[in-house]
């Protein structure tokens, strides 16, 4: 008897325990789940474009230039009226991976769900959970676009996105890929959406590629940014990241500097909203996917080191070469005469892709405008290059950036004049190359059968925070 009533005593306190425990359990898995989806959210830089400058987390209203007007990020945060509150998993789900609002219309594809369109059913359901219990709701309302009827017309966007974006399709990996590998892939062509910059666009502004079976479009380079260039990730030695290591590439995504670079421009946004967050497992793969992808043709040879323009300026001996004299007076005392920089602090320009690329606009731009180097948690300094808009004239930066395209071995068309200077100073006009120009009659092509949003310039360029936000 006594023993019965113990034993149903016992039962019914383990009982409690077990309830106990499970619920235990079941917040953990919440809380792992949301911690997951915070750092998918990391993964895919949401925080990036879904905060104004200086605004709140989340809660939309960053501007992003398009030819026919403005278009606004919106509110991502859980509130039920102003953001996503009401949306349900697949409603999320649809917005995320196919690109479709909550009301059936299509999002313009400033929002990279064409890349987001790989992302795995678990990463999505980790992201929803983040977004609607780790996040917190802001009522603020979104803003309208800036765009006039018909063009401000959503349906030509359903029509882009049947024909320009890949039907969504959780990634998976070539059988045989080194699981890292594959992971890296994942990361790259997923959720990171790296390709939204560095993969050349087409007619229609659809990146030309969404993986390495795209041939060599895919990470090929991309066109111009809100004036900046993001190079090719493919292994070219001159143009690409042919001669850097798998660790320069661990240390530029997590710190923003090698001892051969700088983070700047739209990638300094990248590297401080985003990558320098990524675990470095997870870096380590993206480092080890993009130097495994299949070698492009070298557009321009090799690169080697020529001595004869450091002796010039030692003994300065360049008197008769406007652009030596210039880069002697602003820039060596940072840049040093052998165009090496100094490590970590200034990069070199020497045999540096950015200096060399076809489309001289990012280099001229950042010698008109300047820049900061983002302080990460990695490294914490910021350092600064000062802008030459009111120190040096038109024809002066154009000198001066010649001089660098074709210094110390770089082998760059020296041509920059004081007029694509002047408009790039004053209207803000990215340097017109052959390529470009080619697009814009393409474009208009484009037009005549289809009256859709995009022209010439579009370029689904959001405003920079330069990594400087308090909300970061
Ligand atoms: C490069 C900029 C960019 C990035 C990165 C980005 N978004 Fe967006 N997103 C936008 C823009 C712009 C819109 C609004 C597009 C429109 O109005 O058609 C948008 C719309 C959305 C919508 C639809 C909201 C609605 O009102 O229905 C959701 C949901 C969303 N984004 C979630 C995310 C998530 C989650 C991430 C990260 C995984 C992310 N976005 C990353 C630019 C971005
Ligand atoms: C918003 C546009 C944008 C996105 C998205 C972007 N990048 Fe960039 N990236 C740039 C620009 C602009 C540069 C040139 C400035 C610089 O070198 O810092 C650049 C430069 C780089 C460089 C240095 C290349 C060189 O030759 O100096 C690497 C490496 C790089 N990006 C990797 C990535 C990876 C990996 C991703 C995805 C996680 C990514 N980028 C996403 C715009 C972007
Ligand atoms: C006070 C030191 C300083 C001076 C002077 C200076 N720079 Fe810089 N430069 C920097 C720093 C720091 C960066 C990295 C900026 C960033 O990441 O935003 C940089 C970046 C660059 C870059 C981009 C390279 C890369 O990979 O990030 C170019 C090109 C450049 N400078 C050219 C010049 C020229 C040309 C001059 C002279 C007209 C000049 N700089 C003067 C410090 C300087």
Redo the contacts with the bound molecule.
């Keep these: 008897m006594m023993m019965n009533r113990l034993k149903a005593a016992l039962g019914a306190v383990t009982v409690g325990l077990l309830a106990g425990t499970s619920l235990a359990h079941a917040q953990d898995a919440d809380a792992d789940l949301i911690k997951q989806g915070e750092y998918v959210a990391r993964l895919g830089?949401c925080v990036a474009c879904h905060t104004a400058l200086n605004g709140q987390k989340f809660a939309g209203g960053l501007s992003i230039k398009t030819p026919v007007g403005t278009i606004y990020s919106t509110n991502i945060t859980p509130d039920p009226t102003y953001g996503i509150g009401t949306y349900t998993l697949q409603e999320f789900d649809e917005a995320v991976r196919h690109g479709i609002r909550k009301d059936g219309s299509t999002l313009y594809p400033a929002m990279?769900y064409p890349a987001f369109s790989r992302m795995t059913p678990e990463d999505i359901k980790a992201l929803y959970a983040y977004f609607m219990h780790g996040v917190e709701p802001v009522a603020q309302k979104n803003q309208a676009e800036d765009i006039t009827w018909p063009l401000s017309m959503r349906w030509p966007l359903s029509i882009w996105r049947t024909m320009f974006a890949p039907a969504p399709k959780a990634f998976t990996p070539a059988p045989g890929t080194d699981p890292e590998i594959a992971r890296g892939e994942y990361?790259?062509t997923g959720a990171?959406?790296?390709g939204?910059?560095?993969t050349p666009r087409g007619f229609a502004m659809q990146e030309k590629a969404f993986d390495a079976a795209g041939g060599p479009d895919f990470l090929g380079g991309?066109g111009v940014?809100d004036n900046?260039?993001?190079?090719?990730?493919r292994n070219d030695p001159v143009?690409?990241?042919g001669r850097?290591s798998e660790d320069d590439?661990y240390q530029?995504?997590k710190s923003g500097r090698t001892d051969h670079?700088?983070?700047?421009?739209?990638?300094?946004?990248?590297v401080s909203w985003?990558?320098q967050y990524f675990t470095d497992a997870d870096l380590h793969a993206?480092a080890k996917y993009?130097k495994s992808l299949p070698p492009v043709p070298p557009a321009r040879g090799d690169y080697t080191y020529d001595a004869s323009t450091a002796q010039a300026l030692d003994s300065g001996s360049v008197t008769d070469n406007a652009g030596a004299k210039i880069y002697l007076e602003q820039c060596s005392a940072c840049h040093r005469n052998d165009g090496g920089g100094v490590a970590r602090m200034f990069p070199p320009l020497a045999g540096?892709?950015?200096v060399v690329t076809d489309n001289p606009t990012?280099v001229a731009h950042i010698v008109v405008a300047g820049g900061v180097l983002p302080p990460t948690n990695w490294a914490p300094s910021a350092v600064a290059m000062p802008g030459y808009k009111t120190i040096l004239s038109d024809q002066q930066i154009a000198d001066v950036v010649n001089f660098i395209r074709s210094a110390w071995g770089n082998k760059a068309p020296a041509n920059v004049t004081a007029a694509d200077i002047q408009h790039l100073r004053m209207d803000n006009a990215p340097i017109p190359t052959e390529g470009w120009a080619n697009a814009t009659a393409a474009t208009a092509t484009w037009g005549l059968f289809m009256p859709q949003p995009y022209g010439a310039g579009w370029t689904f360029?959001?405003q920079t925070h330069a990594g400087v936000d308090a909300a970061q």
């Excluded at 670079?261 to 990248?270: H, L």
Aim: with cysteine; aromatic share 8%; glycine share 12%.
């Design positions: 830089d990279p990361l790259v990171g959406h790296c939204a910059c560095h991309g940014i900046w260039i993001a190079p090719s990730l143009v690409g990241l850097w590439l530029f995504l670079s700088a983070v700047f421009g739209g990638m300094a946004d990248v985003s990558t993206m993009l540096n892709s950015v990012s360029a959001p």
